[in-house]
């Protein structure tokens, strides 16, 4: 069976490496918020000239409430931008309202890996709410007086895993997704000469510090299938 310390403990790089991850997307955010832009764009405005240069016109660029909750919706294709980004002159915010801008050019491509993640979506959202459940009862039933029923159990603890296990691909997915939408972002940050030197690099180490919360999660996802899988034992 399962043991809450031994979760932990197996669990402990991811909850190491998020907390880290979050760390630095604060304290980088924080610190490249204060440092205003050469050119003076705000973060609406570099996010228009990413579309532009990608030949994209036809995205809408909105607000939303809250702080670092800016994300492209491609449903309604639009650019909603926290207050914090959206009339910023920083370079954190130009940084964050570009990439989200990278994700705008991904859809509007057909990006592969985008539609992949697209896809997942329903299966990732069905795992992570089954998954754990049919775990659970599957290991239980493991144990059961008639050999059945233990054989049954074993069936829906591997089904359980397999389920779980799309979080895991949702999250190998969406990584590389993240970091072609900070390059697409970088690239045209720098070709369009909205930043430069020190400027472009710390809108880098922003973005880097956002992707590092995407490979906790992955390591995360990864390292709660195995504990699963390792966990299982059999009835003799």
Same mark, same amino acid.
């Given at each position: 069976?399962? $043991? ?21 997307v604060k304290s980088r955010y924080k610190k490249f918020s204060r440092v205003a832009s050469k050119l ?38 639009? *650019?909603?931008?926290?207050? $914090? ?8 915010? *130009? ?67 397999? !389920? ?61 299938? !195995? ?10």
């Amino acid at each position: 069976m399962f $043991g809450y310390w031994d979760y932990l403990l197996f669990l402990l790089p991811a909850l190491v490496l998020g907390l880290v991850a979050q760390y630095l997307v604060k304290s980088r955010y924080k610190k490249f918020s204060r440092v205003a832009s050469k050119l003076g764009l705000t973060g609406a405005e570099a996010a228009k000239l990413v579309l532009s240069r990608g030949g994209v016109f036809n995205v809408g660029i909105g607000r939303v409430a809250g702080e670092l909750t800016d994300h492209y919706d491609p449903k309604r294709n639009i *650019i909603a931008l926290s207050a $914090g980004v959206h009339d910023s002159r920083s370079i954190a915010a *130009i940084g964050v309202a570009a990439h989200e801008a990278g994700h705008a050019l991904q859809y509007a491509e057909n990006y592969s890996p985008i539609k992949l993640r697209m896809a997942l979506v329903p299966v990732c959202n069905i795992g992570s709410m089954l998954g754990p459940i049919l775990i659970v009862i599957g290991c239980v039933m493991s144990y059961a007086a008639s050999e059945a029923s233990a054989e049954l159990g074993f069936i829906i603890y591997a089904i359980g895993i397999a !389920l779980f296990s799309a979080v895991a691909l949702f999250q190998l997915v969406t990584l590389p997704v993240e970091l072609n939408a900070s390059k697409r972002a970088l690239v045209a940050l720098e070709s369009g000469g909205v930043l430069d030197g020190d400027e472009l690099s710390g809108a880098k180490k922003v973005l880097t510090a956002a992707a590092l919360t995407y490979v906790a999660a992955l390591v995360s996802a990864i390292l709660q299938v !195995l504990y699963y899988a390792s966990r299982f034992r059999p009835r003799d």
